[in-house]
C-alpha cells in the first residue's frame, strides 16, 4: 500500500511522479476522445447530413436577406456577414445535441464502464469536449467550402486559420459540454429533446450571428453580450473573412470562451456521475 | 480458510431513496477468491448494493471496504482494483472488440508496451480473438457477454463485479460464459462478486451465497449448507421459499422489468 507513505520524497522524484500524472491524465483524455473518432471513422454517414443545414441557411436564408437593403451590417454585403455566424450555428447546432448521446449511453450502460474506471470526472467530460471539438473541426471545413463556391470572401491566411480552429475547438467543447450538464439535470431523452430545442434557439437568435447587435433592443443586447455565442461569432467574423473586423477584439473572445468552458467543465465533472445513480 | 483476508467487508451498509429502503443495514464479508453470489428476486437490492460497491452510487449510511479501500473516503482507489459488468450492455456496439479493449487499457493506464499483449491475452481467454476486428454489433450476445469480461478484467482487477451475467443467454453461451468466470478466478485468483435471480447459476457457480431480500441480507452460507439447513433433497428455491416466505418470481417493478428486458434484448 503505497497511501500511507511518509511524503519525504525528492523533488526530482515528485517530478517525475507530476509529469506522469499529466500523462496518465492526458491518456484519459485521449482514450475518451480517440473513442468518439472511431465511432464516426465506423459511421461517417452523421457528419455529411450534418452539412446540409448550413448549406440550406446560406443558400436560402442568406441569398433572400441578402436582397434587404434596410440591413446595416457594417459595409461588406450580408453574406458575407452571416457566413461566420453560419458557421458558428452549424458548430453550435452539432455540439448542442451531445447530451443526448450522454443520456443514450447511459441507457445502454456504456456510462456506466466510464463511471466506475479510475479516470477522473474531468477527464471524461474534456474526452468528450475534445470529440465534439474535431466534429466541430470536420463541420468547419465544409462550411468553407460551401462559402468559397458561393463567393463568400474566405481567408486562407495561416494565422487566421489558426485562429478559426482555436474558436471552433473552444465553442465545441463549450456547447458540448453544455448540453452535457443539461442532460445531467434532465436525465431522459424525451425531456431533453424538448429542452434541447427552446435552448438553440435563443442561443441562435439572441446573438450577433445573422444580424448585428446594434440594432437590437437594449434588454436583447445585454443578453447577447452575456452568450458565449456572440464572442465565438465575433471572433470568426474578424478571422474568417479578408478584412474582416472584430468589436470585442479575437484575444477577448477567445479568453471569454476559455474561462466559459473551463468553468462549464467544472460544473459537468460534478453532475456527470448523477447520471449512472 | 479463515486465514484468507476480506477482500470485500460491507459495514451497515443502507441505501434509502426517499421512503423506499432499497438496501437495509447489509453487512457482508467476501474472502479474496471467492465466487459469491447474492440472490434474490428482481427488486430486492441487489444491483443497488452493487453499484454502492462500485462507486456508482454514495450510499446513504454504513460503509464498505473494497480491496482495502473504503467507498466513501477512497473512491478513485478503489476504482483502481475494480472491474465492473454490468446488466446493461456496456460494450460499444460501434466499436470493434479490439477497439472496445483499447478504451479499457488506456482508461485504466495500462503502461504502453504491455497494453497490446494484455489485449490480446484477454481475446484468447474470452475465446475471441477471431471476432476481434469485427464491429460488436454483429457479435452474438453470449459473444458480448464475453467481451464485456475481457474488457472489465484487463487490468486485471482484485475485485470483479458482475450483475446478472447471463440473463438472456441461451444454455450453450451461459455455460460458456460460467466457465470463462471460473477459469478467470481460478487463473488470476480474481475475487468475484455476481448477482442473481437464477437459483441454477447460483449452484453451479458460486462457493457462498448471500440470500437478498426485501432490501436484507437474510443468509449466507455455501449452497449446500443452505439447503441442509432446509432439510434433504432441498433446492435453493426451497430454501429461498422457506426464508422468505416468497418465491423468486415474485416481487420487481415496472422499471426493473424494463431493464431487465432491454437487457435481454441487447444480449439475446
Redesign the interface.
Known sequence: ?T?SEPVAVSAPMAERAASSGIA?YL??V???A??EI??LR??PGELLTRALQPAIWLLLFGEVMAQVRGLNVGGGNYLDFIAPGILAQSVLFAAIFYGIAAIWER????L?????????RTALVFGKALSSAVRGLVQASIVYALATLLGIHVTFGPLHVIGVVALIAVGSGLFSTFSLIIACLVKTRERFMGIGQVLTMPIFFASNAIYPIDIMPAWLRTISSLNPLTYEVDGLRALMLAGGTSKYGVAFDLAVLAAVFLALVGIAARLY?RL?? | MDAVPFVIETRHLSKHFGDFVAVDDVSLSVRAGEIFGLIGPNGAGKSTLV?ML?????PTSGTALVA?FDIRR?P??V??K???V???????G??TGY?NL???A????LARRERQARIAAALEMMDLTEAADR?VQAYSGGMIRRLEIA??MIHEPAVLFMDEPTVGLDPVARDAVWKHVKELRDRLGTTILITTHMMEEADALCDRIGLQHGGRLQDVGTPQELKDRVGPGATLDDVFAHITGATIDSGGSYHDTQRTR??IR?HG
Not at chain 1, 441507457?107 to 456504456?110: E, S
Not at chain 2, 454490468?86 to 460499444?92: C, I, K
Open positions: 500500500m497511501r496518465d491518456l484519459q485521449f482514450a475518451v480517440d473513442t472511431r465511432k465506423h459511421d441507457d445502454l450502460g456504456v456506466h464502464r466510464y463511471m466506475v474506471s479510475p479516470a477522473p456521475p449512472t445513480e | 453499484k462500485t462507486t456508482l452510487l454514495p482495502g477512497e478513485a482507489q476504482r483502481r475494480i472491474g465492473y454490468p446488466q446493461l450492455l456496456s460494450a460499444d460501434t466499436l477497439e483499447l478504451l479499457s488506456r482508461l485504466y493506464l464491429q474488457q472489465s432491454r437487457s441487447a
